[in-house]
Nanobody, 121 residues
């Protein structure tokens, strides 16, 4: 069982930056693939980025070159550095965990409560 708590969301102007954090409970954090997903109003939840236990990363095309996912296994924490934010990045951002990598939200059994990111013009 993994419990996840996101933080770091907020209101930012277009072109600005935010860093999201996801604190995980448990001693097996380092063995999980960890993902960031987002859901905008009226839209389905979508992949933002995933990092495997081995450190490999996968990004959605829409965020490549702007967002960076990373993890600190000593601190049981997942990060998402978001730069050059756009209005279309506005969404609730969730972190999620599962044993193996997947790009599909429905494959992830463990979720945080989400943190709102709003990008203004």
């Amino acid at each position: 069982q993994v419990q996840l708590v996101e933080s770091g969301g907020g209101l930012v102007q277009a072109g600005g930056s935010l860093r999201l954090s996801c604190a995980a409970s448990g001693r097996t954090f380092s063995t999980y693939a960890m993902g960031w997903f987002r859901q905008a109003p009226g839209k389905e939840r979508e992949l933002v980025a995933v990092i495997t236990a081995g450190g490999s990363t996968v990004y959605a095309d829409s965020v490549k070159g702007r967002f960076t996912i990373s993890r600190d296994n000593a601190k049981n924490t997942l990060y998402l550095q978001m730069n050059s934010l756009k209005q279309e990045d506005t969404a609730v951002y969730y972190c999620a965990a599962r044993w193996l990598y997947s790009s599909r939200p429905n494959d992830y059994p463990f979720w945080g409560q989400g943190t709102q990111v709003t990008v203004s013009s």
